[in-house]
Nanobody, 120 residues
Framework: QVQLVESGGGLVQAGGSLRLSCAAS????????MGWYRQAPGKQRELVAQ???????NYADSVGGRFTISRDNAKNTVYLQMNSLKPEDTAVYYC??????????????WGQGTQVTVSS
């Protein structure tokens, strides 16, 4: 079993910044992809950003240039630096961990979610 614990959500004004963190514990397999998905009310869960244990990154087009994903493999922790936040970034953000072979599929282990609210 793998446990994911997120932190760093909150309320921020448009144009502001937030940093999300997610620490994985338990039976964490070494070759993995860690990332962030988000789900706004009435919408499907979507990929925000993902990074593999080898350092390859994927970003949603809507966050490119504003968000940066990074990780500390020694700590099994992934970070999401969110800059120039917009009201449309408001959502519950979920940390995800899965085998690299699953790509960006909505599968694997999930955190409990952290709310990010951007006011206009």
């Amino acid at each position: 079993q793998v446990q994911l614990v997120e932190s760093g959500g909150g309320l921020v004004q448009a144009g502001g910044s937030l940093r999300l963190s997610c620490a994985a514990s338990g039976s964490v397999f070494s070759v993995n992809a860690m990332g962030w998905y988000r789900q706004a009310p009435g919408k499907q869960r979507e990929l925000v950003a993902q990074i593999t244990s080898g350092g390859s990154r994927n970003y949603a087009d809507s966050v490119g240039g504003r968000f940066t994903i990074s990780r500390d493999n020694a700590k099994n922790t992934v970070y999401l630096q969110m800059n120039s936040l917009k009201p449309e970034d408001t959502a519950v953000y979920y940390c995800n961990l899965k085998p690299v072979a699953l790509g960006t599929a909505l599968r694997g282990y999930w955190g409990q979610g952290t709310q990010v609210t951007v006011s206009s």
